[in-house]
């Protein structure tokens, strides 16, 4: 089971992320630099190119090093912001495949690592603002953890558009980046509704 979910991940991850560059491009030069599309296209390509190397990974070693490419191969904050938070995810997952406490716990590292290496909390209309109601969606879900985690990043993304930026480039534009929706924010909601989507077709 893991080689495949592995490869329907790194599949279907690099699939979402090229048909929504444009979008996350328009996003970016709205109140960043204009290159977060670019930027994760480029390393969600890099990760599709590793696929032999990947596929006969476990998930979270595969994780860790889906993490190390995007922080060797992408430019800007998405590298080092992605690549921490795959690696940390990764090295924290102990079941293959996980558990769904396993998941959770090990999300949390992956969470925190973002935290940490971008100096920022939810909130701050960055991609914490989806991932962090995620994990608590996936961590107090009463039913389908899978259906909870989906609202969560759409409900989370949405909360970024009314966000003053206190983090990043969006920052320096102050009260002029509200009513903008979070780049960052709108990539992780995509990596999230493609896990879902994946997570649903392997149970």
């Given amino acids: 089971m893991a080689p495949d979910l592995v490869r329907r991940l790194r599949e279907e991850t690099a699939a979402r992320i090229a048909a929504h560059t444009d979008e996350l491009t328009a996003l970016d ?27 006969a990974l476990a998930l979270g070693p595969a994780l860790q090093k889906a993490g190390m490419t995007l922080v060797m191969k992408v430019g800007g904050a998405s590298g080092p912001l992605y690549g921490s938070f795959l690696m940390a995810w990764g090295k924290a997952m102990t079941g293959d495949p996980p558990t769904r406490e396993d998941f959770a716990a090990s999300l949390a590292e992956g969470v925190a690592a973002v935290k940490k290496r971008g100096r920022s909390e939810a909130g701050e209309k960055t991609m914490l603002d989806v991932l962090v109601p995620v994990l ?15 609202q969560a990043a759409k409900d989370g993304l949405e909360t970024t558009r009314d966000m003053k930026a206190t983090k990043g480039r969006a920052s320096f534009l102050g009260e002029r980046s509200i009513g903008h929706i979070d780049p960052g924010a709108r990539s992780s909601a995509l990596l999230v509704e493609t896990v879902c989507d994946v997570l649903e077709e392997n149970p």
């Fill in 29 to 55: 030069q709205a109140i960043g630099d204009g290159d977060h599309g670019f930027n994760m296209k480029r390393g969600f390509e890099a990760i599709a190119a590793a696929a032999e190397d990947l596929d």
């Fill in 136 to 150: 608590d969606a996936i961590t107090q879900a009463q039913g389908d953890p899978i259906a909870a985690a989906r």
